[in-house]
């Protein structure tokens, strides 16, 4: 994507073919231009939503919805991404992807999708999870500055349990 101040060059008689005696200093001009940024499109998470308790290896509904708040549409294709993470604050390293879904649409601007997908819960110790929507994980589309706001978490943790087998009698 190109923005900014260009310069057109023209340029005649490069070959120097036409002799033009002392004229010969005028065979090119040059001019700048302002190329300006078409708004982009700029997607974002606005809501995420899941049960808030869960065992491992279950199977619960994730519903997310994502709104494009630019001021173009979008190109279609791009993915949008579930992760499990014990963090209530935005670092995805060690977080598990539950889902990767791609994104076949054209998003106008303030057009919105809601999507429910069934997800496993892995085997992860007992605790309080967050479920993260992220849309265009891949950064597919370009947002120019809108790209930081792509990523939403569940208010409410998951509290995952485990199972806890014992033996009453023999």
Same mark, same amino acid.
Request: net charge negative.
């Given at each position: 994507?190109?923005?900014?101040?260009?310069?057109?060059?023209?340029?005649?008689?490069?070959?120097?073919?036409?002799?033009?005696?002392?004229?010969?200093?005028?065979?090119?001009?040059?001019?700048?231009?302002?190329?300006?940024?078409?708004?982009?499109?700029?997607? *974002?998470?606005?809501?995420?939503?899941?049960?808030?308790?869960?065992?491992?290896?279950?199977?619960?509904?994730?519903?997310?919805?994502?709104?494009?708040?630019?001021?173009?549409?979008?190109?279609?294709?791009? *993915?949008?991404?579930?992760?499990?993470? *014990?963090?209530?604050?935005?670092?995805?390293?060690?977080?598990?992807?539950?889902?990767?879904?791609?994104?076949?649409?054209?998003?106008?601007?303030?057009?919105?999708?809601?999507?429910?997908?069934?997800?496993?819960?892995?085997?992860?110790?007992?605790?309080?999870?967050?479920?993260?929507?992220?849309?265009?994980?891949?950064?597919?589309?370009?947002?120019?500055?809108?790209?930081?706001?792509?990523?939403?978490?569940?208010?409410?943790?998951?509290?995952?349990?485990?199972?806890?087998?014992?033996?009453?009698?023999?």
């Amino acid at each position: 994507h190109v923005f900014g101040p260009f310069y057109i060059y023209a340029n005649t008689d490069v070959a120097n073919v036409v002799f033009e005696n002392i004229a010969e200093g005028n065979n090119q001009n040059s001019t700048i231009i302002q190329i300006f940024l078409t708004p982009p499109p700029d997607i *974002t998470v606005s809501a995420v939503d899941a049960p808030l308790t869960a065992n491992n290896m279950q199977t619960v509904n994730v519903n997310w919805t994502v709104v494009n708040q630019g001021f173009t549409p979008t190109d279609a294709g791009w *993915t949008d991404r579930l992760y499990l993470t *014990t963090n209530a604050v935005y670092d995805l390293n060690g977080a598990q992807v539950l889902l990767s879904k791609p994104v076949a649409t054209v998003l106008q601007p303030g057009g919105f999708y809601s999507t429910t997908q069934s997800v496993l819960i892995p085997e992860v110790p007992a605790g309080n999870y967050y479920i993260y929507a992220q849309t265009d994980a891949s950064n597919t589309l370009f947002e120019y500055t809108g790209e930081s706001n792509n990523i939403l978490r569940t208010v409410q943790p998951l509290i995952i349990s485990n199972p806890d087998l014992q033996v009453t009698n023999v």
